[in-house]
């Protein structure tokens, strides 16, 4: 540098008179800009033994970096979520109804759960073969183990004692074979979900465990005198076709020793309450 500035005195001194153009009044700022900057390039690369960089404004810049990158690469948090509880469900249909019980299967089926399958005997025997090689061929029903049949059907009559008798049979197979679910629910094969079941474990998730969810009422109003006064015969108890229920021309005296309700026969149990339904 000390070289090059006895350069240009010496230059000046021997042309006095030479008139310099704007491109030579900027060689020597630029000279010695480039020369600067080289120089602070060299020292800035420099490491102390240690491997740290001597520059402390390099370090500042690491650091700030470091506040952006490295500093949020965390492990992510222990999720708090509560455990999701495992639904059972019954999944019942008639003669015809074969396709609709394997759609309403395929639909509300999770690893999670477990299920029951059953198509009454008013159904063809083929119908209910076809519904048993689906379930025992199903390549996830094969490697999960959750999803039953009742082989040996059952005659159902609606409106009559049959239907909750099929109910109370598919509780007692999930309870006696897979007893470790939290809500028993009883469909039909024209049901279908509104949700996904991971959506309705989230939710179920966070009730109480012993919440019920049960449609019925005390206040029976008419139908003590239409409903419970009455006395039917279920034919699906003595026959091995199916008829509606009829009606005896006698009458019963309300009973006393208990309290009627009435309600809905679709409804999601608590396992104690099924339990406690069969003792």
Known sequence: MKKLKNYYTHFKNHHPHHHQSPERKWIFPLAIGSILSLFLLFIATLTSPQGTHILPFYRSISASYSVFVESKLHPLPISTLPPPPRLAYLISGSAGDGGSVKRALLAMYHPHNRYVVHL??????????????????????KRFQNVKMITKANLITYRGPTMVANTLHAAAILLKECGDWDWFINLSASDYPLVTQDDLLHTFSYLPRDLNFIDHTSDIGWKDHQ?????????????????????????????????????????????????????
């Open 227 to 279: 409903r419970a006064r009455p006395i039917i015969i279920d034919p699906g108890l003595y026959m091995n076709k199916k008829q509606d229920v009829f009606w005896v021309t006698q009458r019963r005296s309300r009973p006393t020793a208990f309290k009627l309700f009435t309600g809905r026969i679709y409804h999601a149990g608590r396992i104690i309450f099924c339990l406690a339904v069969f003792n």
């Open 120 to 141: 009454d005997l008013e159904s063809s025997p083929k119908e209910r073969s076809d519904l048993f090689e689906f379930v025992k061929n199903h390549e996830l029903f």
